[in-house]
């Protein structure tokens, strides 16, 4: 087995960027999940805004290094396919921050703690996967980190369908049902994203091991 090291060559930045990247999309995941831990913006807007414009800076930074690189031991679209699936993670969590912040009154009391929680977990392996990369292109590691991502993911599924049951049948005010549905569908949307580069990479390591 090879590392992505010996893959993109010794001088090659395009590792670390994504590596950096990676790190990057977990920070947002974790801020938000602190956001819909305590409700107190101040700490969540200055750590997410570093994370989110870190990220948009090394997604152009890794396009930029793909161009300016003749050769590289990764399909060209395989790396780009890597930055771009990064890229949305943050990106989608953005959306979930900016609507929990503009209707965080009338959602008091509803939980997302326990669906930002997993998304968090879920960052935190597709870290982990990235990470592992880096050592080495073994499928076995990655097919078991893949598991843990689906497996977090079908948790995701099963915790979207709950309010159903109560929240959205039960109330006596429908706009508030409304708003929690948005923003729950949104976490899911970024735990899929998660998944996505999870997908992105397994394919990757079958590919290239």
Same mark, same amino acid.
């Given at each position: 087995m090879f590392s992505l090291q010996t893959m993109f060559g010794k001088s090659d930045k395009l590792? @670390? /960027?994504?590596?950096?990247s990676a790190e990057a999309a977990l920070d947002a995941a974790r801020a938000v999940d602190q956001l819909a831990d305590n409700g107190d !913006? &101040?700490?969540f807007m200055a750590t997410f805004i570093a994370a989110r414009k870190r990220e948009k800076e090394l997604a152009g930074q890794i396009s930029e290094? #793909?161009?300016?690189?003749?050769?590289? !031991? /990764? @399909?060209? *679209?395989?790396? *780009?396919?890597?930055?771009? &699936? #990064? +890229? !949305?993670i943050p990106k989608t969590v953005e959306k979930f921050a900016e609507r +929990?912040?503009?209707?965080?009154? !009338?959602?008091a009391g509803i939980?997302?703690?326990?669906?930002t929680a997993l /998304? &968090?977990? %879920? &960052? *935190? $392996? $597709?870290?982990e996967m990235v990470h592992q990369m880096h050592h080495d292109l073994k499928i076995e590691p990655m097919r078991k980190m893949q598991e843990q991502l689906q497996a977090l993911e079908a948790e995701g599924d099963h915790l979207l369908l709950e309010p159903y049951r109560t929240l959205y049948l039960d109330t006596d005010d429908p706009m508030r049902a409304l708003l929690a549905k948005d923003l729950f569908e949104t976490i899911e949307k970024?735990?899929?994203? %998660?998944?996505?580069v999870g997908n992105v990479i397994y394919s990757i390591v079958l590919k290239n091991s």
């Amino acid at each position: 087995m090879f590392s992505l090291q010996t893959m993109f060559g010794k001088s090659d930045k395009l590792f @670390d /960027l994504l590596q950096a990247s990676a790190e990057a999309a977990l920070d947002a995941a974790r801020a938000v999940d602190q956001l819909a831990d305590n409700g107190d !913006r &101040a700490p969540f807007m200055a750590t997410f805004i570093a994370a989110r414009k870190r990220e948009k800076e090394l997604a152009g930074q890794i396009s930029e290094e #793909l161009a300016n690189t003749f050769v590289t !031991r /990764l @399909d060209r *679209e395989d790396i *780009e396919a890597m930055n771009s &699936a #990064l +890229y !949305r993670i943050p990106k989608t969590v953005e959306k979930f921050a900016e609507r +929990y912040i503009a209707v965080q009154s !009338r959602i008091a009391g509803i939980d997302f703690k326990t669906r930002t929680a997993l /998304l &968090a977990r %879920c &960052a *935190e $392996v $597709v870290n982990e996967m990235v990470h592992q990369m880096h050592h080495d292109l073994k499928i076995e590691p990655m097919r078991k980190m893949q598991e843990q991502l689906q497996a977090l993911e079908a948790e995701g599924d099963h915790l979207l369908l709950e309010p159903y049951r109560t929240l959205y049948l039960d109330t006596d005010d429908p706009m508030r049902a409304l708003l929690a549905k948005d923003l729950f569908e949104t976490i899911e949307k970024a735990i899929d994203r %998660c998944r996505d580069v999870g997908n992105v990479i397994y394919s990757i390591v079958l590919k290239n091991s």
